[in-house]
Structure formats: C-alpha cells, structure tokens
C-alpha cells in the first residue's frame, strides 16, 4: 500500500523551530517530487514547497521563503520540512504529498498523509 | 487572496450534474496542461480526482470530468450523489514565484 506519515507537528512560540517529517512507503521514493501543503484553520489549502526526486531542485511559496528549506533523504525514504521564524500566521494542519510524476514537479499529488498539526502561539 | 479563483459555492440535485470552474491566467491555467483538481473532506487527506487538466488517477470514477478552455478550467460532476458533497480545489503550476497556485476552493452542495 503506498503511504505517507507526516509527524512533528506540535506548539511552538513564535519566532521558534519545528521540523516535521513525512515518511514514504510502498512505491520507489527518489523516482517522485514530493511536495507539502498546508491548510490553515478555516482557510484553504496552501502549497508550501516542493522538491525534485533527487532533492537537487527546490521551490518555496513567497510566504515561506526564506524561513522554510524543504530536503529529503532517499535512503530513508523521508520527506523534511524545517521550519524556521515560526509566525503566527504559520498555524496550519500540514500536508506531506507525491507528486504523481517525478517530472515535471508539478502536475498533480496523488497520495496525501494524513496531515501534522502546527501551532505557533506564545 | 487566492492566485486562482473558484465559487466559493456550489449545488446540484442528487443525480444531476454540477460544473466548477477555475479561473487564472496565461501564467498558469492557461498555458500549461498542469491543472489538477482535488476533492477535501474537513478533518481528512485531500484526494486527487484530476491531474494534468482531463486525466483521472485509478479508482476516480468516471464522473468526475475535467476540461479547460482558455485561462479557465473546469470540474463536472455528474450523477450527483451525497457523498460528494466536499470541498473542491483546483491548482496549477504557475510561471509566477509561487510555483504552484491553488484556487480557494468551492463548497458543494447535494440537494
């Protein structure tokens, strides 16, 4: 069965850290972009970042730029996402997704975990 | 605000047929074949329905149909049942910083 677990997620006071995980089985993990997104309490969802099968290729929404950094390890099979300068408006269940191809990044995800819940309040 | 925009509502009689469009630009739903559509149940995992504009993972049935035209994509929905009664996103890879776009998402309702 292909899946993913995301985990991590928890309270954290602004300005602090989290680094969540997601891990991948049942299909050949390095041969996908994986992807996360997230959906914060009554909003829609929001990609975050994406990464190339092989982790050389990186891509980050403008409102996590630059406090975000998206990374991988193969021989894990896991999928990274560590979170720096946490705001408030961070708060948000957070999505680990495949991409349905590992080229191009983008053209859809076709399997999701089942989401990891971050805080950030003081 | 959302880089693609979506009804924030929409309805359809159980059995009929119901249509979602998704409205961007030439940066991205108009010019690349990379809309997907996603059907979100609150408290669960997105699901994938439609990927690269009209194509349908396994197990999707055939009921859900995606098409675009122009800088609008669309969802139809047809032989509506409860069960269907979600929330809908479409999302694209945008030119744009972003990367990828996502609309706001459409409420549907069956009656």
């Known amino acids: 069965e292909v899946q993913l677990v995301e985990s991590g997620g928890g309270l954290v006071q602004p300005g602090g850290s989290l680094r969540l995980s997601c891990a991948g089985s049942?299909?050949?993990?390095?041969?996908?972009?994986m992807s996360w997104v997230r959906q914060a309490p009554g909003k829609g969802l929001e990609w975050v970042s994406v990464?190339?099968?092989?982790?050389?290729?990186?891509y980050y929404a403008d409102s996590v730029k630059g406090r975000f950094t998206i990374s991988r390890d193969n021989s894990k099979n896991t999928l990274f996402l560590q979170m720096n300068s946490l705001r408030a408006d961070d708060t948000a269940v957070y999505y680990c997704?495949?991409?349905?191809?590992?080229?191009?990044?983008?053209?859809?995800?076709?399997?999701w975990g089942q989401g990891t819940t971050v805080t950030v309040s003081s | 605000q959302s880089a693609l925009t979506q009804p924030p509502s929409a309805s359809g009689s159980l059995g009929q047929s119901v249509t979602i469009s998704c409205t961007g630009t030439s940066s991205d739903v108009g010019g690349y074949d990379y809309v997907s559509w996603y059907q979100h149940f609150p408290g669960k995992a997105p699901t994938l329905l439609i990927y690269?504009?009209?194509k349908r993972p396994s197990g999707v049935p055939d009921r859900f149909f995606g098409s675009k035209s122009g800088n609008t994509a669309s969802l139809t929905v047809s032989g509506l049942q409860a069960d269907d009664e979600a929330d809908y996103y479409c999302?694209?890879?945008?030119?744009?910083?972003?990367?990828?776009?996502f609309g706001g998402g459409t409420k549907l309702t069956v009656l």
């Open positions: 990464i190339s099968g092989g982790g050389g290729s990186t």
């Open positions: 690269e504009v009209n």
């Open positions: 049942g299909f050949t993990f390095s041969n996908y972009a």
């Open positions: 999302s694209s890879y945008t030119a744009n910083n972003n990367f990828v776009a």
């Open positions: 997704a495949k991409g349905v191809r590992g080229v191009p990044l983008y053209s859809g995800m076709d399997v």
